[in-house]
């Protein structure tokens, strides 16, 4: 999948046209490949890290289904397990069944 492909599928509702394909291929090169990319490598460097230039280089995002839940009568949308979102979700279900109204609170 290209990065406009990627990005078409993240940006339903905008217009994909040439303009706006050619300026995030940019920003991303700019991230991953260029300048941006080797401001990451020198800091991660000095401190001692193991972030590179090349791991930036060689990332590739995937593309999964959202984690979801019904809050409230919101549909509440998240990433997978790569990130926090699902101790969002976890926190969001703890009240459930609790008559918070009647303790009082808000």
Same mark, same amino acid.
């Given at each position: 999948?290209?990065? *406009? ?5 993240? +940006?339903? %509702?905008? @217009? =994909? /046209? &040439?303009?706006? #394909?050619?300026? #995030?291929?940019? *920003? ?6 260029? &300048? #941006?990319? /080797?401001?990451?490598? $020198? ?11 090349? /791991? =930036?280089? %060689? ?5 999964? /289904? @959202?984690? $979801?839940? %019904?809050?409230?009568?919101?549909? #509440? ?8 979102? !699902? &101790? ?6 703890? !009240?459930? +069944? ?7 609170? %808000?």
């Amino acid at each position: 999948m290209t990065f *406009a492909e990627e990005d078409s599928l993240m +940006g339903r %509702n905008m @217009p =994909l /046209d &040439e303009a706006r #394909i050619v300026g #995030i291929q940019a *920003a991303r090169k700019c991230f991953y490949q260029g &300048e #941006i990319a /080797d401001m990451f490598d $020198r800091s991660s460097k000095s401190v001692g890290g193991i972030l590179s230039k090349d /791991d =930036l280089g %060689n990332y590739r995002a995937k593309i999964a /289904d @959202p984690v $979801r839940i %019904n809050f409230q009568g919101y549909e #509440i949308f998240t990433h997978d397990t790569w990130s926090q979102s !699902p &101790e969002l979700l976890q926190a969001l279900t703890m !009240p459930r +069944g609790f008559a918070l109204k009647s303790m009082g609170h %808000n």
